[in-house]
């Protein structure tokens, strides 16, 4: 079986920067400009999928979205677990943290090395600076609440 060829960055890099800078998830988006099912999925089907690009409602994105857990009350606007929902609950609030890409099956490995050499940067120290706002945990105290447990 020949290896899966997965999407050369270079020939999108101006498409995956203004996905990138949209504030809204960004992983449906990331999974059309990806590659699809390879040649070498273990999804129990007969049928050929082999490139297909659809969401495969595992629901990773959502459980990793640091919007729809730091307001779980978003979630109950619907039970699905695609990118779909996610767009639906979280929408323009995106923190546009990658997260979602980075857990997603569906997106090629290229667009999420580049995202993580690109992007990861720019994320972190807008993160810091959250980390610093008092409405949001302070992770150092709870490292060391944590740490202290018997
Ligand atoms: S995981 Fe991050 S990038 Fe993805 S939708 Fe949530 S906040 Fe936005
Ligand atoms: S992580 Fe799962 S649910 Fe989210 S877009 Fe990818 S395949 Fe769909």
């Not at 979630?75 to 699905?80: C, L, M, S, V």
């Not at 779909?84 to 857990?103: F, K, N, R, W, Y």
């Not at 997106?107 to 807008?126: A, P």
Request: a negative charge; hydrophobic letters at 35%.
């Amino acid at each position: 079986m020949p290896l899966h060829i997965q999407r050369d960055v270079k020939e999108i890099d101006g498409i995956l920067n203004e996905v990138l800078s949209i504030h809204s998830p960004p992983v449906g988006r990331c999974r059309l400009l990806s590659s699809g099912f390879s040649p070498t999925h273990a999804l129990n089907i007969t049928e050929n999928i082999i490139g297909h690009k659809e969401c495969l409602g595992c629901g990773n994105c959502v459980d990793i979205c640091p919007v729809l857990a730091r307001e779980p009350s978003r979630r109950e606007k619907t039970e699905q677990r695609t990118s779909m929902a996610l767009e639906s609950t979280v929408g323009a609030d995106c923190d546009q943290c990658g997260a979602c890409i980075l857990v997603c099956p569906q997106v090629d490995t290229t667009i999420k090395n580049y995202v993580v050499n690109h992007r990861m940067v720019e994320v972190m120290s807008r993160l810091q600076q959250r980390i610093g706002d008092e409405d949001e945990p302070d992770l150092d105290l709870f490292l060391e609440e944590a740490v202290s447990q018997p």
